[in-house]
């Protein structure tokens, strides 16, 4: 098969802080070693790998180093990793919206991207005006687009407000919008980052849907970012893993999955103190904040089917009003899936600023697999209903093994479509 997408030795590197290199001297020698020489530039020989964590000693990061790989003509190829590894420069240096530091992207085709909310998009024209203008940049003719914009209406969902200014949209309509014309005027590569987040449960059905008949049915290209484990499980055949600008890891999806989510373990961390980048994605008024999280297990990567999950949080209260409070703790698979939720009883709230609050979950039937744990604090009251006060996520990590040689032997071969749950309370007789 035809290959669709090349990267050769790809680098992307950024300087940190200033745009310049800080020197008019500096300035006038790079203009002359690249301009008028022809030659690398001087001040891009320093860096570092991508470690957003750290500060790092140099100016210079590689959001991308040493890229190599290829897609086949017709592939689905899940780009998976953490925030920060390098998967949207990736597509973004696909798409041509920037250049490579170094190597060569060879392409086969037409490319349509949506890589965030709103690209491509001019607030001030309308959605068909839009849809016009995206067509022509990807080199259609007016006819084409004009055969094609019936489909792109009814697909978006959008078609009341589709001579509306694009700057009145919602997030979501927006998204609909351009995944519709990204998918619709028939380019060779799709290229889709996490923007499908943004729609809601019915419109990521679909547009999944839609991916899938344009690589099967069609034999078209997709590229597709995303931390649903569950929407790149469907949707790819094969995987790619990025950590720190680098490709860690390519093969199936399945494999791909299974190596990210087993580094995700491996790599945790026993104690977390919460940060609002990695930890929270949504604005709550925190009267009752978590500020740190651990886990009291001694192996939090083999633990058995029956042990007890012990957790301690430490929280502070920011808010001398508040008098009670409860506390949750979900468990959610690699898939995105909320394995099991627990609620605390209401709590009066200590006078203090600083207090700990130590969570055992025993008989959590959780079958063999790698959790992620979830918490969250509020008081749910008669008369104004539930009011969160906090919510983290991502925060500690946990594997879970079989409990006996005898659940070992009996489940050896555990398939995910048996679920996450081992629920060994059942009395089985034979008579």
């Given at each position: 098969?035809?290959?669709?997408?090349?990267?050769?030795?790809?680098?992307?590197?950024?300087?940190?802080?200033?745009?310049?290199?800080?020197?008019?001297?500096?300035?006038?020698?790079?203009f002359?070693?690249?301009?008028?020489?022809?030659?690398?530039?001087?001040?891009?020989?320093?860096?570092?790998?991508?470690?957003?964590?750290?500060?790092?000693?140099?100016?210079?990061?590689?959001?991308?180093?040493?890229?190599?790989?290829?897609?086949?003509?017709?592939d689905?190829?899940?780009?998976?990793?953490?925030?920060?590894?390098?998967?949207?420069t990736?597509?973004?240096?696909?798409?041509?919206?920037?250049?490579?530091?170094?190597?060569?992207?060879?392409?086969?085709?037409?490319?349509?991207?949506?890589?965030?909310?709103?690209?491509?998009?001019?607030p001030?024209?309308?959605?068909?005006?839009?849809?016009?203008?995206?067509?022509?940049?990807?080199?259609?003719?007016?006819?084409?687009?004009?055969?094609?914009?019936?489909?792109?209406?009814?697909?978006?969902?959008?078609?009341?407000?589709?001579?509306?200014?694009?700057?009145?949209?919602?997030?979501?309509?927006?998204?609909?919008?351009?995944?519709?014309?990204?998918?619709?005027?028939?380019?060779?590569i799709?290229?889709?980052?996490?923007?499908?987040?943004?729609?809601?449960?019915?419109?990521?059905?679909?547009?999944?849907?839609?991916?899938q008949?344009?690589?099967?049915?069609?034999?078209?290209?997709?590229?597709?970012?995303?931390?649903?484990?569950?929407?790149?499980?469907?949707?790819?055949?094969?995987?790619?893993?990025?950590?720190?600008?680098?490709?860690?890891?390519?093969?199936?999806?399945?494999?791909?999955?299974?190596?990210?989510?087993?580094?995700?373990v491996?790599?945790?961390?026993?104690?977390?103190?919460?940060?609002?980048r990695?930890?929270?994605?949504?604005?709550?008024?925190?009267?009752?904040?978590?500020?740190?999280?651990?886990?009291?297990?001694?192996?939090?990567?083999?633990?058995?089917?029956?042990?007890?999950?012990?957790?301690?949080?430490?929280?502070?209260?920011?808010n001398?009003?508040?008098?009670?409070?409860?506390?949750?703790?979900h468990?959610?698979?690699?898939?995105?899936?909320?394995?099991?939720?627990?609620?605390?009883?209401?709590?009066?709230?200590?006078?203090?600023?600083?207090?700990?609050?130590?969570?055992?979950?025993?008989?959590?039937?959780?079958?063999?697999?790698?959790?992620?744990?979830?918490?969250?604090?509020?008081?749910?009251?008669?008369?104004?209903?539930t009011?969160?006060?906090?919510?983290?996520?991502?925060?500690?990590?946990?594997?879970?093994?079989?409990?006996?040689?005898?659940?070992?032997?009996?489940?050896?071969?555990?398939?995910?479509?048996?679920?996450?749950?081992?629920?060994?309370?059942?009395?089985?007789?034979?008579?």
């Amino acid at each position: 098969m035809a290959t669709a997408i090349e990267f050769e030795n790809i680098s992307k590197q950024y300087r940190l802080g200033l745009v310049s290199t800080g020197t008019l001297s500096h300035d006038l020698n790079r203009f002359w070693q690249t301009k008028i020489l022809r030659r690398e530039d001087p001040y891009l020989k320093v860096g570092e790998t991508n470690d957003r964590a750290s500060k790092g000693n140099s100016d210079y990061v590689w959001a991308l180093k040493d890229i190599n790989f290829k897609v086949e003509q017709g592939d689905v190829v899940g780009i998976i990793g953490r925030n920060g590894a390098g998967k949207s420069t990736l597509l973004k240096l696909l798409s041509r919206v920037t250049a490579p530091t170094t190597g060569i992207i060879r392409t086969k085709g037409r490319i349509a991207s949506l890589l965030e909310v709103g690209t491509g998009f001019h607030p001030e024209m309308t959605g068909r005006e839009n849809i016009y203008m995206n067509g022509a940049i990807m080199g259609m003719t007016r006819a084409e687009i004009s055969r094609k914009l019936d489909e792109i209406v009814d697909f978006s969902g959008c078609e009341r407000y589709l001579d509306t200014p694009v700057k009145r949209y919602s997030s979501g309509m927006t998204v609909r919008l351009g995944f519709a014309i990204a998918a619709h005027l028939e380019p060779e590569i799709l290229v889709v980052d996490e923007v499908l987040a943004v729609g809601d449960a019915e419109f990521q059905k679909k547009a999944i849907g839609k991916m899938q008949d344009v690589s099967r049915g069609e034999g078209r290209t997709v590229l597709f970012v995303s931390h649903n484990m569950g929407a790149v499980r469907n949707l790819c055949k094969t995987g790619i893993v990025l950590n720190q600008g680098q490709v860690a890891f390519e093969g199936s999806a399945e494999e791909a999955i299974g190596f990210y989510t087993n580094s995700n373990v491996h790599n945790c961390a026993r104690k977390v103190l919460i940060n609002d980048r990695d930890h929270r994605d949504c604005i709550l008024p925190k009267d009752l904040e978590f500020i740190e999280a651990e886990m009291l297990n001694d192996d939090i990567e083999h633990l058995a089917t029956d042990e007890p999950l012990e957790f301690r949080v430490k929280l502070k209260r920011n808010n001398p009003t508040i008098k009670k409070f409860t506390i949750g703790m979900h468990a959610v698979s690699m898939s995105g899936s909320c394995e099991f939720t627990t609620a605390s009883p209401i709590f009066d709230c200590p006078n203090r600023e600083f207090f700990d609050i130590n969570i055992s979950v025993k008989n959590h039937s959780l079958a063999k697999g790698n959790y992620k744990i979830y918490f969250n604090t509020g008081i749910k009251d008669v008369a104004h209903g539930t009011t969160d006060y906090d919510i983290i996520k991502n925060v500690l990590f946990c594997q879970i093994f079989y409990k006996s040689q005898i659940t070992k032997d009996a489940y050896s071969g555990w398939q995910n479509g048996w679920g996450n749950h081992y629920i060994d309370s059942v009395d089985y007789r034979l008579d």
